[in-house]
């Protein structure tokens, strides 16, 4: 399925505020929405990619933050939260989000990822299904066809060239903030993780959304995703790239919207 982009309502903007929680000892930090929202509005978790912070989830946050209560922690090592003695692997750091979650009481959340992120709530959705109502793998990583060291770095490199110049400046700024070494380490364990063999056991509905010019993750593989997963819908929004919480927040909240709100059968077809 395609996204359009005609007939679409104008996005109102919310606020977010710095909020901190010390889980298992650390300080994690975390950009949640403000604001009255109705009681039974469902709770949104947006998480990161590798090396980088929540800033990047903002654009997305803030245009869903009127009517859902929104979640963008950074999680341990990353952004504004202490690091821990040692680098977390993907499975720690879905441990991380859950008990962050559990101190929050956020439970029955809507989960959004971006590439790392994607893997995190895999994990979280097939250990812990309670915490997961819905779920969002917006260009979920890795392409089991490009699980190396080059192929990734020659794709980042591709489609850090059609991102956002203002991406490239947040990122810098994350990397260096986390550290070289933290940031290496967990791009090895990106790869040496394989939310391949997690997609069939994740029940909850979940929908995939790739770029048409994200060229980390080929529509192949966004389609063999989608395809692993019980319950599983693909949205393709064209030209967007890799980080579309960021570059294109509008057309991502678009397809988001219907989701969060459980009609995963009418989402937005092209031209519609």
């Known amino acids: 399925m395609t996204a359009g982009g005609h007939g679409y309502r104008p996005v109102r903007m919310g606020r977010l505020e710095s909020q901190w929680t010390t889980v298992h000892g650390l300080s994690m930090h975390a950009r949640v929405s403000i604001g009255s929202v109705p009681p039974d509005a469902p709770r949104v978790v947006l998480v990161h990619g590798v090396g980088i912070s929540s800033r990047y989830m903002v654009p997305t946050a803030v245009r869903l933050a009127p009517d859902y209560r929104v979640f963008a922690p950074d999680l341990p090592g990353f952004g504004k939260s202490v690091k821990p003695p040692h680098v977390l692997n993907v499975r720690e750091l879905a441990d991380a989000l859950r008990a962050w979650m559990d101190l929050n009481d956020v439970h029955e959340a809507v989960l959004i990822g971006n590439s790392l992120g994607c893997q995190i709530i895999s994990d979280l959705a097939v250990r812990y299904p309670q915490y997961v109502l819905r779920a969002v793998l917006q260009g979920p990583t890795v392409d ?54 997690r997609l069939p056991r994740m029940r909850n509905p979940t929908l995939v959304v790739r770029g048409t010019r994200d060229p980390i993750i080929p529509q192949r593989w966004a389609e063999e995703a989608t395809r692993l997963l019980p319950n599983g819908k693909l949205v393709v929004i064209p030209g967007a790239t890799h980080t579309i919480n960021y570059a294109a927040p509008l057309e991502f909240v678009r397809v988001l919207r219907p989701f969060i709100d459980g009609a995963c059968s009418h989402l937005p077809e092209a031209g519609a």
């Not at 903030?177 to 090895?188: K, M, Y």
């Open 144 to 197: 089991p066809q490009g699980r190396t060291w080059r192929q990734q770095l020659v794709r980042w490199l591709r489609d850090s060239q059609r991102e956002p110049p203002s991406q490239a400046v947040i990122m810098l700024r994350d990397y260096r903030a986390a550290g070289l070494r933290r940031v290496i380490r967990t791009f090895q364990y990106t790869l040496d993780d394989r939310i391949e063999e």
